[in-house]
């Protein structure tokens, strides 16, 4: 089964700070994906890569950026935290051509 | 970028009772896929829609696309405790955008 494994189920960070959020999968996906989860709304799609050291913007990538440098790790970085930053993050990878997105188990990110 | 609206956000069903949830779009949709999450947990993919009037079952879940791909559906028959969690539609067109999702409820 393809795993991918998000490095921090919980996570409180304060406004300002720089927060990475890693994400790993092994199973040589080269699609990799991040979303945030929020109440009513659904996963909305952060950033997303279709191989390495490549990255395109999603829907609202405004206050994040990505670093993709190997294939298997895709991270997420908030540049400075803030409130409106508290979130579920979910990380996806898939297979290119593939059909579905496996995803992790998710970050619950609290900005104070 | 193009919407995808699910309806209703919220279902609460007697266990054994049916249960459906829509996902509408203005446009056209490319390949629908659809997603189970149980509560505290993550996305988990459960099919994939591509052809126009395509309709497909797992077992009690029927799932079908409409003919001018600009709608569909995840149906269950006669619900159980298990089916309860969050079902997402997501239009799968380079980039994959989800619905809102619909929890579902199942009282015992």
């Known amino acids: 089964d393809v795993k991918v494994t998000q490095s921090s189920r919980y996570l409180v960070k304060r406004t300002g700070e720089k927060v990475f959020l890693e994400c790993v999968q092994d199973?040589?996906?080269?699609?990799m994906f991040w979303y945030r989860q929020d109440p009513g709304l659904g996963l909305r799609l952060i950033y997303f890569?279709?191989?390495?050291?490549?990255?395109e913007k999603g829907d609202i990538p405004e206050g994040y950026s990505v670093s993709r440098e190997k294939k298997e790790r895709f991270s997420l970085i908030l540049e400075s935290a803030s409130t409106n930053q508290t979130s579920m993050y979910l990380c996806?990878?898939?297979?290119?051509?593939?059909?579905?997105?496996?995803f992790g188990s998710g970050t619950r990110l609290t900005v104070v | 970028g193009q919407q995808v609206m699910q309806i209703p956000q919220y279902q609460h069903v007697q266990e054994g009772e049916d249960f459906t949830t829509y996902c509408n779009s203005s446009?056209?949709?490319?390949?629908i896929q659809w997603y189970k999450q149980r509560p505290g947990g993550h996305p988990v993919f459960l099919i994939q829609?591509?052809?126009?009037?395509e309709v497909k079952k797992q077992k009690r879940l029927t799932f079908q696309f409409g003919e001018a791909k600009k709608n569909s559906s995840l149906h269950i028959t006669a619900t159980q405790t298990t089916d309860v969690g969050t079902y997402f539609c997501?239009?799968?067109?380079?980039?994959?955008?989800f619905g809102q999702g619909t929890e579902l409820s199942v009282k015992p």
């Open positions: 996806a990878s898939r297979l290119l051509g593939g059909y579905g997105y496996t």
């Open positions: 199973m040589d996906h080269e699609n």
């Open positions: 890569s279709y191989d390495v050291k490549m990255k």
């Open positions: 446009t056209t949709l490319s390949n």
């Open positions: 829609l591509v052809k126009s009037g």
């Open positions: 997501a239009n799968q067109g380079g980039k994959l955008i």
